[in-house]
Nanobody
Framework: QVQLVESGGGSVQAGGSLRLSCAASGYTASSYAMGWFRQAPAKEREGVAAITPRGVTTYYTTSVKGRFTISRDNAKNTLYLQMNSLKPEDTAMYYC??????????????????????WGQGTQVTVSS
């Protein structure tokens, strides 16, 4: 049974940093692309960052480029999101997700929540001004 469990969320002041982790189990993580998504109240779920199965290529939505870094450790079946220079508009529930292998990857594909097969329960990030 595939399970994704996020951790590392919390409350920080603007300009602060957080590191999210997503522990995966029940499948071979190196066969799946993975992504981080977020959803604020009354807003649609948004793709934040994604990474190809072996970690060769990463994608970011424009608003987090230069501030967030996605990475993965396939030996530990763990996905990370380092978030620096946090802004109040980054406040949301953050989810990790896994997508089965694909013959090709693009930014639009891997930042689209519809592409993903498995989801975690989420971890809340709150940034105060």
């Amino acid at each position: 049974q595939v399970q994704l469990v996020e951790s590392g969320g919390g409350s920080v002041q603007a300009g602060g940093s957080l590191r999210l982790s997503c522990a995966a189990s029940g499948y071979t993580a190196s066969s799946y692309a993975m992504g981080w998504f977020r959803q604020a109240p009354a807003k649609e779920r948004e793709g934040v960052a994604a990474i190809t199965p072996r970690g060769v290529t990463t994608y970011y939505t424009t608003s987090v480029k230069g501030r967030f870094t996605i990475s993965r450790d396939n030996a530990k079946n763990t996905l990370y999101l380092q978030m620096n220079s946090l802004k109040p508009e980054d406040t949301a529930m953050y989810y990790c997700a896994a997508a089965r292998g694909s013959p090709y990857y693009t930014q639009s594909l891997l930042l689209d929540p519809l592409h993903y097969n498995y989801w975690g329960q989420g971890t809340q990030v709150t940034v105060s001004s």
